[in-house]
């Protein structure tokens, strides 16, 4: 049974000595700056490709994204390729080409060949069209799987990824004097078109629906969009409104009421807001919405969001004006609560190294003390032990009976109260001699076949204590058998 017990201690001790502590849960996961080689330019869109890049249209170039390297693609010497490096759009067009729009032009990227085409405009009955570019205020993948794209002065363009060649639509007939901004193809094959301030609803063939009612004073549309449940949203300088096409009218979702730009629909079907106040996650099903003020502005110097996308892992990408390009990975449905310095919680050391739960309290074993997290009233105090420094850790944590807690730590052993939360050093709590203070106590383990028994692994010797003893024994070893 002995040499059970010590090569399980073995493996324990070698665990321990190669895991690092745990900190408390951030849904920013990565941030590319400078660093990584990505300029200090606003992000404009992001788009994935099939080899596995990321693709950023910023203010300053094209930009692709590796695991370890951030490059700007369109750049030669000091200048760029392009007419204009403000890039505003980059779209997946098949396996191997990307479709690049500037503030004036549409180009096709090959990015096998490394080289850029400008597309220029089909000819229609406008002789000044010939031979000049196309300024793209949206785009959008369609049912059938052409491309979409919408000029910023109302014409409507389809884009075959096949024969990468550019055709204008002659059933949708948009007021060339309006600037537009954005279109979106409806799961019932419907479209929406808006500037602005005008937002319209138009049959496939092109035939005028309707207008919604929406005027100057009621704000700017910043953006459309159509959720995996098919319910269609639109994105204002005065908040979020859902749009029902049924009726021509549009309701204001009250509890968000910011100035909103950019949504995106996650994976567990949970949308992701971009704000002013904030990156917002809202959770209809669940009832559930967080307005995360502040983490990217502090991880990531991100002042606002202009464009976020969900990859393939579930994983939302967002991108704006500031200095980098961040990751972000909403908390997991399995996650019951978190603790961390926020509030309710707002723990004093997030450095956590062990774990215990009873009942409603959980107890968290940090750098400079134990905190004991109430979960029915969400408050945590920190217990510092008499003798405990502040660089000392807390590295297990162990029932000795219903009323204590034994915590091995780096200077030794020590006795909780569950209930009252008082502390004293092992041995004045067994009436022995030692408290193993001199010793740095990695590992607790109660024995299953004597249930009386506690061992204690530590880095001068493997230490047993045995209910109704008042010292712990040091177990003798011989060649680790």
Same mark, same amino acid.
């Given at each position: 049974?002995?040499?059970?017990?010590?090569?399980?201690?073995?493996?324990?001790?070698?665990?321990?000595?190669?895991?690092?502590?745990?900190?408390?849960?951030?849904?920013?996961?990565?941030?590319?700056?400078?660093?990584?080689?990505?300029? /200090?330019?606003?992000?404009?869109?992001?788009?994935?490709?099939?080899?596995?890049?990321?693709?950023?249209?910023?203010?300053?170039?094209?930009?692709?994204?590796?695991? /370890?390297?951030?490059?700007?693609?369109?750049?030669?010497?000091?200048?760029?390729?392009?007419?204009?490096?403000?890039?505003?759009?980059?779209?997946?067009?098949?396996?191997?080409?990307?479709?690049?729009?500037?503030?004036?032009?549409?180009?096709?990227?090959?990015?096998?060949? /490394?080289?850029?085409?400008?597309?220029?405009?089909?000819?229609?009955?406008?002789?000044?069209?010939?031979?000049?570019?196309?300024?793209?205020?949206?785009?959008?993948?369609?049912?059938?799987?052409?491309?979409?794209?919408?000029?910023?002065?109302?014409?409507?363009?389809? #884009?075959?990824?096949?024969?990468?060649?550019?055709?204008?639509?002659?059933?949708?007939?948009?007021?060339?004097?309006?600037?537009?901004?954005?279109?979106?193809?409806?799961?019932?094959?419907?479209?929406?078109?808006?500037?602005?301030?005008?937002?319209?609803?138009?049959?496939?063939?092109?035939?005028?629906?309707?207008?919604?009612?929406?005027?100057?004073?009621?704000?700017?549309?910043?953006?459309? #969009?159509?959720?995996?449940?098919?319910?269609?949203?639109?994105?204002?300088?005065? +908040?979020?409104?859902?749009?029902?096409?049924?009726?021509?009218?549009?309701?204001?979702?009250?509890?968000?009421?910011?100035?909103?730009?950019?949504?995106?629909?996650?994976?567990?079907?949970?949308?992701?807001?971009?704000?002013?106040?904030?990156?917002?996650?809202?959770?209809?099903?669940?009832?559930?919405?967080?307005?995360?003020?502040?983490?990217?502005?502090?991880?990531?110097?991100?002042?606002?969001?202009?464009?976020?996308?969900?990859?393939?892992?579930?994983?939302?990408?967002?991108?704006?004006?500031?200095?980098?390009?961040?990751?972000?990975?909403?908390?997991?449905?399995?996650?019951?609560?978190?603790?961390?310095?926020?509030?309710?919680?707002?723990?004093?050391?997030?450095?956590?190294?062990?774990?215990?739960?009873?009942?409603?309290?959980?107890? $968290?074993?940090?750098?400079?003390?134990?905190?004991?997290?109430?979960?029915?009233?969400?408050?945590?105090?920190?217990?510092?032990?008499?003798?405990?420094?502040?660089?000392?850790?807390?590295?297990?944590? +162990?029932? $000795?009976?219903?009323?204590?807690?034994? $915590?091995?730590?780096?200077?030794?052993?020590?006795?909780?109260?569950?209930?009252? /939360?008082?502390?004293?050093?092992?041995?004045?709590?067994?009436?022995?001699?030692?408290?193993?203070?001199?010793?740095?106590?990695?590992?607790?383990?109660?024995?299953?076949?004597?249930?009386?028994?506690?061992?204690?692994?530590?880095?001068?010797?493997?230490?047993?204590?045995?209910?109704?003893?008042?010292?712990?024994?040091?177990?003798?070893?011989?060649?680790?058998?």
């Amino acid at each position: 049974m002995i040499k059970a017990v010590i090569c399980c201690f073995v493996s324990v001790i070698f665990y321990l000595f190669s895991a690092a502590p745990a900190s408390a849960a951030d849904i920013v996961q990565r941030v590319f700056t400078a660093r990584d080689g990505l300029a /200090n330019a606003t992000i404009q869109d992001i788009s994935f490709g099939h080899y596995g890049f990321v693709w950023l249209a910023t203010q300053q170039g094209l930009y692709r994204v590796s695991n /370890n390297k951030v490059r700007r693609i369109d750049k030669v010497g000091f200048d760029s390729v392009l007419d204009d490096e403000l890039i505003s759009t980059v779209v997946n067009s098949g396996q191997d080409h990307l479709l690049i729009g500037t503030n004036s032009s549409l180009y096709l990227y090959s990015i096998l060949d /490394n080289q850029f085409s400008l597309l220029l405009k089909p000819k229609d009955n406008d002789v000044t069209n010939i031979n000049n570019s196309i300024r793209v205020a949206a785009t959008q993948r369609q049912l059938d799987g052409r491309l979409l794209i919408l000029a910023y002065s109302g014409q409507v363009y389809y #884009f075959d990824d096949t024969s990468q060649q550019l055709y204008l639509s002659p059933s949708h007939l948009l007021d060339h004097n309006l600037p537009w901004r954005n279109a979106l193809e409806l799961n019932n094959a419907q479209y929406l078109f808006s500037t602005d301030h005008v937002l319209q609803l138009h049959q496939a063939d092109g035939t005028f629906i309707g207008v919604f009612p929406w005027s100057d004073k009621n704000g700017s549309i910043r953006k459309l #969009f159509q959720d995996k449940q098919q319910r269609v949203w639109m994105l204002t300088s005065k +908040g979020l409104f859902k749009v029902n096409t049924n009726t021509l009218t549009l309701q204001s979702v009250p509890e968000i009421p910011y100035y909103v730009e950019q949504m995106e629909q996650d994976l567990n079907g949970d949308l992701w807001i971009s704000s002013r106040a904030g990156l917002i996650f809202w959770s209809q099903e669940n009832n559930k919405l967080i307005v995360y003020r502040d983490e990217l502005k502090q991880r990531a110097n991100i002042d606002y969001i202009h464009d976020m996308a969900v990859d393939a892992e579930g994983l939302l990408w967002v991108g704006g004006s500031g200095d980098g390009l961040a990751v972000i990975a909403g908390k997991p449905e399995f996650l019951i609560d978190d603790y961390s310095k926020k509030p309710p919680y707002q723990l004093d050391n997030e450095m956590v190294w062990s774990v215990y739960s009873e009942g409603d309290k959980v107890w $968290l074993g940090t750098d400079g003390g134990l905190s004991v997290v109430n979960t029915l009233d969400q408050t945590s105090t920190m217990i510092i032990p008499a003798g405990f420094e502040l660089n000392d850790s807390i590295y297990r944590i +162990g029932s $000795l009976d219903a009323q204590h807690l034994v $915590l091995a730590t780096t200077s030794g052993l020590y006795v909780v109260n569950k209930l009252t /939360n008082t502390s004293t050093d092992f041995a004045q709590w067994s009436g022995g001699k030692a408290s193993l203070s001199d010793r740095i106590v990695i590992g607790i383990y109660r024995d299953e076949l004597f249930n009386d028994m506690i061992w204690f692994t530590t880095n001068k010797g493997l230490y047993y204590w045995q209910e109704g003893n008042d010292d712990l024994t040091l177990q003798a070893l011989s060649n680790g058998k």
